[in-house]
Nanobody
């Protein structure tokens, strides 16, 4: 079975850091790019970042550029999202998803979310 397991969320004060992990299984990890998305209550889902073996480029939303970094450990089939200088507006449920066609294209698999809450 295909699984994408997002973890690492939590409660942090503004200015703090968190590292999210997205552990993948059930598909050929090296062939896919992994995207991170987030959704706050009452808002639409927003693309945050994308990268990975399936797409050697990395992409970031303007709102997180310079603060978030996406990386991958292919040996562990895991993609990370390092989030620094967190702001209250970063509060959301964060999801990871996998796309065979590369970043910016339709996503094939989605994981469950992990809650990130940034207090002011």
């Amino acid at each position: 079975d295909v699984q994408l397991q997002a973890s690492g969320g939590g409660l942090v004060q503004a200015g703090g850091s968190l590292r999210l992990s997205c552990a993948a299984s059930g598909f050929t990890f090296d062939d896919y790019a992994i995207g991170w998305f987030r959704q706050a209550p009452g808002t639409e889902r927003e693309g945050v970042s994308c990268g990975g073996s399936g797409d050697r480029s990395t992409y970031y939303a303007d709102s997180v550029k310079g603060r978030f970094t996406i990386s991958s450990d292919n040996a562990k089939n895991t993609v990370y999202l390092q989030m620094n200088s967190l702001k209250p507006e970063d509060t959301a449920v964060y999801y990871c998803a996998a796309t065979w066609a590369g970043c910016g294209n339709a996503y094939d698999y989605w994981g469950q979310g992990t809650q990130v809450t940034v207090s002011s």
